[in-house]
């Protein structure tokens, strides 16, 4: 065994290039992102769809790592994943079961739908191909979480307090909303 | 520190009354519909006077994400008022259900203080939060209304197109950051002019004008006024058709300001937009049978008057649709004082319903004559000296032949306006109808708003030369 891992370690990496690990972890990524997605939209069942979700979201976290942003990654994971798809999950399974017939699929919207996001990519390839995007100047190689705290509470602090502020706003929204819907059903 | 406390006043006082009235939602016993009212009224009474007394304030806040100018405090005094009169008019709400009263004018304040937030806002970031606080109360205020069958599908159709114009709006901003690294309006505005001629800048602001276009109901977004409208209680709709509109315009200018004014392809868009939304709105309105459904395709048509304005990029421009947004937001709230004392449930009002009104309550037919004139653009309302200012602003970039095909337009929209007055007016008041009886609070508020009408009307210059000053403001964002 030994003379034998003596010869491969050393030229790994002539065999294997770095690119080559990075491009095809990049491909891999963006696979899996389009592989969730289309079965989040093409799917038949709500369930199935969600799990499409969360596998384009996974997807999307990787395309963070592969970025060098660990922490949003993190977020990405803790907060779509975790948060939204769950509660989406349990939206799903409090709600009354949809025992209705899905609707079929017409022909004519499909082709018509098919048609516009057609060009609507075309026009937009067009579009970035068409201008010249110069890459920004690297402002900071620093980007632990203790740097993302800083500019959460200084450089982004209106930001960081309006966005609670909303928050609270849909709550209590998502409150009353909901108990009118709840009232006028015990009313029927 | 205190210096800053003083210039981020009228924010933190409309935060304050959120937080008195969140403390009336959740307070216990019966619901107490007129403690709800005079809370709400006085706190907003204040809240109108402070926004007056901090015109003139300037400075940055938050690490330059937030500038206070002229044109922002001026936005800021006119959102106070506007909310203050909405409040004004919502002494008979019973659109609402009583225990729903203070959620009313909770969501109402934070939607008004999201709009503060909004004009005052020069970053993208927080450009788009404070515009997200404004719509998310509106989606929760519009299904509110009590026991009627549409209101739902209203507040649906109302949150998909809002999530729609906000999905657009950031993909926009994403292009905007792509080729000008910074999310700064101030860094945008210096680089943004030489990179309008490239396709990325140009869709880019595109998109991010669509968020806008959808509170304003310009065109492609216009979908959700005539059931919002139809389907929202008559208070919540006097709110969004005044104050959220002007939120909407101020902001428009402060983006369409940035790309330095010689892009032809924004232009060209602005145009097309404007002139399908326009006659739209108006030849739509002619076939309407509901006040409120009416006064939906009319603004979408005075939506179109306004990009009008927008679209001369010049000071003049931005001045008369500043000018222009206090006259709209004055003539709506006449209009819809009328109608929500017409009405005596909360129930939509029909045109017909207005039949006899001199007869009925000759002050209202007073009030409803003139704005519903001002609207059409009739002169001595203020209405006409909004149009004629945005006009003259076209014309002397060269846009004549778009101000004759508005002219045409405002003749349009005569013929549903007179219809308007012309049931008021002339017709027979319907068998058994009483006198509506005025109380004299609402009796001071038609004498002040025909007044107003009639002095923006006749008196513009001191104002106008205060929307120069504050256009100029605009164009120096640095």
């Known amino acids: 065994m030994e003379p034998l891992m003596a010869v491969i370690i050393p030229t790994l990496p002539e065999l294997i290039k770095f690119e080559w690990v990075a491009q095809a972890a990049f491909y891999f990524i963006i696979g899996v992102t389009l592989a969730g997605a289309v079965s989040a939209v093409f799917l038949r069942r709500i369930i199935h769809n969600i799990l499409g979700l969360i596998v384009a979201l996974f997807g999307v976290a990787g395309l963070f790592i592969y ?52 060009l609507i990519l075309a026009g937009f390839l067009s579009m970035i191909t068409k201008t010249p995007f110069e890459a920004a100047a690297q402002r900071s190689d620093d980007w632990t979480v203790t740097t993302v705290g800083n500019l959460l509470l200084t450089r982004y602090a209106l930001v960081f307090e309006l966005i609670s502020f909303v928050l609270v706003v849909a709550i209590i929204g998502a409150i009353v909303i909901a108990g009118q819907g709840r009232k006028q059903r015990s009313l029927k | 520190m205190l210096n800053q406390v003083i210039l981020f006043l009228p924010e933190l006082f409309f935060l304050f009354m959120a937080l008195v009235l969140f403390g009336l939602t959740v307070a216990s016993g019966e619901p107490k519909p007129r403690r709800d009212y005079h809370t709400a009224l006085v706190l907003s009474a204040i809240g109108a006077v402070i926004t007056l007394g901090s015109i003139g304030a300037e400075g940055h806040l938050f690490f330059k994400a937030y500038r206070l100018d002229l044109f922002s405090q001026l936005f800021k005094c006119f959102l106070g008022f506007g909310l203050f009169l909405v409040i004004c008019i919502s002494s008979k709400l019973d659109g609402i259900a009583e225990r729903h009263h203070p959620e009313f004018y909770l969501f109402l304040t934070t939607s008004t203080l999201g709009m503060m937030l909004l004009v005052s806002a020069v970053e993208l970031i927080t450009l788009f939060v404070a515009l997200e606080l404004s719509s998310y109360s509106l989606y929760i205020l519009v299904p509110m209304r009590k026991g009627s069958d549409h209101d739902s599908e209203a507040g649906i159709k109302f949150f998909f197109i809002g999530a729609m114009a906000s999905a657009t709006m950031l993909f926009g901003m994403s292009y905007i950051y792509g080729v000008c690294h910074t999310t700064y309006l101030a860094e945008i505005m210096t680089t943004l002019p030489q990179l309008i001629h490239t396709p990325g800048a140009v869709v880019g602001m595109v998109l991010t004008l669509c968020g806008l276009f959808f509170k304003l109901a310009v065109f492609p977004f216009h979908n959700w006024a005539p059931d919002v409208y139809e389907g929202g209680a008559n208070q919540v709709v006097a709110f969004v058709a005044t104050v959220s509109k002007m939120a909407g315009m101020a902001i428009l200018i402060r983006l369409v300001a940035l790309t330095g004014g010689d892009s032809t392809y924004l232009m060209n868009v602005l145009i097309i937009l404007a002139i399908v939304g326009m006659t739209l709105g108006n030849l739509v309105a002619i076939k309407q049978k509901d006040f409120k459904r009416l006064l939906a395709y009319s603004s979408i048509a005075h939506a179109g008057y306004v990009l009008l304005g927008i679209l001369s990029m010049s000071e003049i421009g931005y001045a008369s649709v500043i000018y222009y947004a206090l006259a709209y937001l004055i003539l709506n709230v006449a209009c819809f004082m009328v109608l929500v004392t017409m009405s005596e449930k909360g129930q939509n009002v029909k045109i017909d319903d207005f039949s006899g009104l001199y007869k009925r309550a000759p002050l209202l037919a007073v009030t409803l004559l003139l704005g519903v004139f001002g609207l059409a653009g009739l002169p001595p309302t203020g209405g006409f000296t909004g149009k004629f200012l945005i006009f003259i602003a076209a014309i002397e970039k060269g846009y004549l032949w778009l101000v004759i095909f508005a002219m045409v337009n405002v003749t349009i929209s005569l013929y549903y306006y007179i219809g308007v007055v012309k049931a008021a007016y002339l017709n027979p008041p319907a068998e058994g109808s009483e006198p509506i009886r005025i109380s004299i609070p609402l009796r001071l508020l038609n004498y002040a708003l025909i007044i107003v009408i009639l002095w ?17 403001a605009v164009l120096a964002v640095l």
Do not use: H
């Not at chain 1, 399974?93 to 739908?113: G, H, I, N, Q, W």
């Not at chain 2, 006749?458 to 929307?467: E, G, H, I, W």
């Open chain 1, 67 to 118: 970025l060098n942003s660990e922490f949003l990654a993190l977020m990405q994971i803790l907060i779509y994943v975790g948060a939204i798809c769950i509660s989406i999950v349990f939206a799903i399974m409090l709600s009354d079961p949809m025992y209705k017939e899905d609707p079929r699929r017409r022909l004519t919207k499909v082709f018509a739908s098919v048609l516009v996001s057609l």
């Open chain 2, 456 to 472: 923006l009307g006749l008196y513009p210059s001191t104002l106008f030369d205060q929307a120069k000053i504050a256009a100029e």
